[in-house]
């Protein structure tokens, strides 16, 4: 028998890269991904694993409680993998309220069936909740986030995830739910929803359209490549400590100009124009309301118990992430077409 592992979120860019590593990984898994496919959600993302034996789409919405039990009802899962959210600041910002049912109660809602469903067989399941560095505020210019660091959400995402967060540990301190936790930096590379900031940057230069930098672009975040994320969540669901929470990170700090600056360099080499030409786009845009200053992670505790590093290192990323984007062209005019179009206006037409 297989054993039957939840995915929730697969459909999206985490998400999706954790669902291939399972079902090539563990053929004897039977991986089923959930997801409602929002704006977010792309099935297109998983096109290469979708006709294997051990690998289900469902669609559905975590925030729908009779539906969420009468699944671990139907499928009896050994193990949960929980990436759906609502995961874009900007969009947490202008409308709050799908951040705190999606986040907050679509995750109570899979603790509640799973508590359910698993009440006599705790000792041979797991819940793991993926998580963002988010959580921890908003760093100064020096120091990093500890698992230990006191939670200070300031974005209506970071708070909604922070909510996330405090209830699965409350579930495992009240019902000794099998739950375990990791709190990771920002991700990059292949299938990222462009409204985000490397592969909006990416397409924008492909474009000659501006690349609108928030602020005077002094914000600093650390950069993981999504594939590395996805070994460690596979080393976390299998080795890491019930109860516990990991933080993953890039150890790659970036001020955004920066970054963009390197972006826009990589990219005229590979478009073949003079460097510089890119550069010129550049246009610096009104801030994020309560943008926070910096964010980075101290991953030593991953290191330490489980023996995860990142692998890729941000040169080779990078490229390969341009390299993507450029060579899938197909998938990103399927998302620029209809509501990017107005999402974009409305986010950066008053900037
Ligand atoms: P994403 O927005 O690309 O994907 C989210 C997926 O969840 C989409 O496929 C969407 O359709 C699905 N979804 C949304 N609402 C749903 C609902 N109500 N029911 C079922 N499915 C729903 O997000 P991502 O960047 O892949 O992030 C995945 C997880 O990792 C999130 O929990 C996020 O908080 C966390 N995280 C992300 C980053 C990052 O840099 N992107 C960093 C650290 C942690
Ligand atoms: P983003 O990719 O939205 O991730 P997060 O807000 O979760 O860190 O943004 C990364 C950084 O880039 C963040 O500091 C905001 C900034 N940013 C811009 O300057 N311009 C943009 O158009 C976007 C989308 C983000």
Redesign the pocket.
């Known amino acids: 028998m297989k054993k039957n592992i939840l995915i929730t979120g697969g459909a999206g860019f985490i998400g999706s890269h954790v669902v291939r590593l399972f079902v090539n990984k563990y053929p004897e898994y039977h991986i089923i991904n959930l997801d409602a496919l929002t704006y977010a959600g792309n099935l297109e993302n998983l096109k290469d694993i979708d006709s294997k034996p051990n690998y289900t789409f469902v669609k559905g919405d975590i925030t729908d409680m009779n539906f969420i039990h009468d699944l671990f009802k139907e499928f009896q899962f050994d193990g949960v993998l929980h990436l759906a959210a609502e995961?874009?600041?900007?969009r947490s910002i202008s409308d709050p309220m799908a951040f705190i049912t999606t986040n907050i109660i679509g995750t109570v809602n899979l603790l509640n069936a799973a508590r359910e469903i698993w009440k006599d067989s705790f000792e041979t399941k797991r819940f793991y909740h993926i998580s963002?560095d988010?959580v921890y505020g908003s760093l100064g210019e020096t120091g990093k986030f500890l698992e230990t660091t006191p939670y200070d959400p300031r974005?209506p995402?970071s708070a909604s995830k922070a909510s996330s967060d405090h209830l699965v540990r409350a579930y495992f301190h009240t019902y000794k739910m099998p739950v375990i936790l990791s709190n990771c930096s920002?991700n990059y590379g292949a299938n990222?929803f462009p409204?985000?900031?490397?592969p909006?940057?990416i397409n924008n230069i492909k474009n000659s359209k501006p690349?609108?930098?928030?602020?005077k672009?002094e914000?600093?975040?650390d950069w993981l490549f999504v594939e590395d994320h996805a070994l460690a969540i596979d080393l976390i669901y299998h080795k890491g400590r019930i109860g516990e929470t990991y933080n993953i990170g890039g150890n790659n700090e970036w001020a955004?100009?920066d970054?963009?600056r390197k972006l826009c360099d990589i990219m005229d080499k590979k478009m073949a124009q003079e460097i510089g030409t890119s550069q010129k786009l550049i246009t610096f845009?009104k801030?994020?309301a309560g943008?926070?200053l910096r964010?980075a992670i101290d991953a030593t505790k991953i290191k330490n118990e489980l023996g995860w590093e990142p692998s890729i290192q941000f040169e080779e990323g990078f490229e390969q992430t341009i390299d993507w984007y450029l060579n899938n062209t197909e998938w990103l005019e399927n998302i620029l077409s209809g509501d990017y179009e107005k999402y974009y206006e409305q986010?950066?037409e008053k900037r």
């Open positions: 995961s874009h600041v900007d963002t988010e974005s995402y920002n990222q409204e985000k900031l490397i909006l940057v690349l609108p930098i928030y602020g672009g914000n600093v975040r955004n100009i970054l963009v845009v801030d994020r943008h926070d964010y986010q950066y």
